[in-house]
């Protein structure tokens, strides 16, 4: 069981430049969720996913597209990267809602992307 | 809209307790978590505790809730070196943070020998 995985790990592209970031979940979760972390500031959310075949924006979705094919994975495009997308970004996925307060989010160990 | 606000640092001695504070301004927050992040790390759940509760305890950890004030406070007892780290407080009006979590900007604990 891995959890939750991401790749690649680390990435640098320049301006204009575009790529896919790869989230895969073992737990069978139904909610993923894409965010980004930059220095001095919480994670913000981009994109989410409640189910294979649907997305929604989150508070940062500008720049960035997603797709939900299969239930484990949760792709996050840049088509036209800028170096205001520099930044750290977090998976996440999570159960459909329980009864017992257990579904929250588990997290992705990250995709560190420089844009230059 | 929603915000969440945390302390950037927090010094502590090494056996003494940390208390890390988060406020915020959503009234249906209705579920409140604590993550802590290691450096170069992923995000791991630590806790979380939901608005019709006061407070939780999880082993070394406390967690107050007052949901007058907005006020949400974490206190790890007997702070050790593997404390150290950053505490994020977020929270969410659905179960589970099903449209996603507002995160605060995270408490650096620092341990001090």
């Known amino acids: 069981n891995a959890g939750v995985t991401q790749t690649p790990k680390f990435r640098v592209l320049k301006t204009g430049q575009s790529m896919t970031l790869l989230c895969a979940q073992d737990m069978n979760h139904e909610y993923m969720y894409w965010y980004r972390q930059d220095p001095g500031m919480g994670l913000r959310l981009i994109h989410y996913s409640v189910g294979e075949g649907t997305t929604a924006k989150g508070e940062v979705p500008d720049g960035y597209n997603v797709s939900r094919l299969k239930k484990q994975n949760f792709l996050l495009g840049l088509e036209s990267a800028a170096p205001s997308q520099t930044s750290v970004y977090f998976c996440?996925?999570?159960?459909?809602?329980?009864?017992?307060?257990?579904?929250?989010?588990?997290f992705g160990p990250g995709t560190r992307l420089t844009v230059l | 809209g929603e915000d969440v606000e945390q302390s950037l640092f927090l010094s502590v001695r090494e056996g003494d307790s940390s208390v890390i504070n988060c406020t915020y301004t959503?009234?249906?927050?209705?579920?409140l978590y604590w993550y802590k992040q290691e450096p170069g790390a992923g995000l791991q759940l630590l806790t979380y505790i939901f608005s019709n509760m006061d407070m939780k305890q999880d082993q070394r950890l406390t967690v107050l809730l007052n949901k007058k004030d907005k006020h949400l406070s974490l206190r790890i007892a007997d702070t050790q070196t593997g404390d150290s780290a950053i505490y994020f407080c977020?929270?969410?009006?659905?179960?589970?943070?099903?449209?996603?979590?507002?995160f605060g900007k995270g408490t650096h604990l620092i341990i001090q020998p």
């Open positions: 996440a996925s999570s159960r459909r809602l329980a009864g017992d307060g257990s579904d929250t989010q588990y």
């Open positions: 959503d009234s249906s927050s209705t579920y």
């Open positions: 977020a929270e969410s009006a659905t179960r589970g943070g099903a449209d996603g979590l507002t």
